[in-house]
């Protein structure tokens, strides 16, 4: 069955790169496609995409409103180094993307992977993160605005030099609390992250700028609360 840009790729993510400026290097964040169930009380590192989850990547490349970097970052995970790969495809090219640390394995909030791995077995990941985004201390992970701070800097400083969307693969309990953080809470973490889902940042004339669902905020200083 053929797939439709409108039905088959996440809407808001669509509306955000139809306001991207396309004179200007754009990071784009999104979460990785759809991927194979993980059993509760497993990680999941080996875990892959579907069929799925690999046409829609492909279908998003095929889909970009401007020229791709031929190169990208994504969390060492292979679903998000698959969804990469994918959507470069889709574009016509290929592209092993950098394992970017900041994006997975730990990620940006985790800063001791043995206190807060098992955390996220015994209380799922959606409790988690929700907890983050909320300002509760968890053991092992970094606040929110910290964490979204060492993002944002992480992207902005592998913006592209020209004109180009650069594309960095990550994990929703990586995405969803910094999207709630630079979007000043316009995306809410009930709504949680869709897979292929997330948001665009560049660097303005006077400063950080990210899309959202088609929306383009003033992220917080960097010092700032969720």
Same mark, same amino acid.
Not at 118 to 147: K, N
């Given at each position: 069955?053929?797939?439709?840009?409108? #039905?088959?790729?996440?809407?808001? +993510?669509?509306?955000?790169?139809?306001?991207?400026?396309?004179?200007?290097?754009?990071?784009?964040?999104?979460?990785?496609?759809?991927?194979?169930?993980?059993?509760?009380?497993?990680?999941?590192?080996?875990?892959?995409?579907?069929?799925?989850?690999?046409?829609?990547?492909?279908?998003?490349?095929?889909?970009?409103?401007?020229?791709?970097?031929?190169?990208?970052?994504?969390?060492? +995970?292979?679903?998000?180094?698959?969804?990469?790969?994918?959507?470069?495809?889709?574009?016509?090219?290929?592209?092993? %993307?950098?394992? !970017?640390?900041?994006?997975?394995?730990?990620?940006?909030?985790?800063?001791?992977?043995?206190?807060?791995? %098992?955390?996220?077995?015994?209380?799922?990941?959606?409790?988690?993160?929700?907890?983050?985004?909320?300002?509760?201390?968890?053991?092992?992970?970094?606040?929110?605005?910290?964490?979204?701070?060492?993002?944002? #800097?992480?992207?902005?400083?592998?913006?592209?030099?020209?004109?180009?969307?650069?594309?960095?693969?990550?994990? !929703?309990?990586?995405?969803?609390?910094?999207?709630?953080?630079?979007?000043?809470?316009?995306?809410?973490?009930? !709504?949680?992250?869709?897979?292929?889902?997330?948001?665009?940042?560049?660097?303005? !004339?006077?400063?950080?700028?990210?899309?959202?669902?088609?929306?383009?905020?003033?992220?917080?200083?960097?010092?700032?609360?969720?």
């Amino acid at each position: 069955q053929a797939m439709n840009i409108h #039905t088959d790729l996440p809407a808001a +993510l669509m509306r955000s790169l139809a306001v991207a400026p396309l004179n200007r290097g754009v990071a784009v964040l999104i979460r990785h496609g759809d991927r194979h169930h993980i059993p509760q009380g497993e990680y999941g590192d080996e875990c892959t995409l579907t069929e799925h989850g690999l046409a829609r990547a492909q279908l998003l490349g095929a889909s970009l409103p401007g020229p791709l970097s031929p190169v990208a970052n994504s969390s060492p +995970l292979r679903r998000c180094v698959q969804t990469v790969q994918a959507i470069a495809a889709g574009a016509g090219g290929t592209i092993e %993307p950098t394992p !970017d640390p900041l994006l997975g394995k730990p990620g940006a909030f985790v800063f001791d992977g043995p206190q807060a791995g %098992p955390m996220f077995l015994e209380r799922g990941t959606r409790q988690v993160v929700l907890d983050l985004i909320a300002g509760r201390e968890l053991p092992g992970i970094r606040s929110c605005e910290a964490g979204s701070a060492r993002l944002l #800097t992480g992207l902005l400083a592998s913006l592209p030099a020209g004109p180009a969307l650069r594309f960095h693969a990550s994990h !929703d309990a990586i995405v969803l609390p910094f999207l709630v953080w630079a979007t000043r809470g316009a995306l809410r973490g009930e !709504d949680w992250i869709a897979p292929l889902d997330g948001g665009l940042v560049w660097l303005d !004339d006077d400063g950080p700028r990210v899309a959202w669902n088609g929306e383009v905020f003033t992220p917080p200083a960097r010092e700032a609360t969720c």
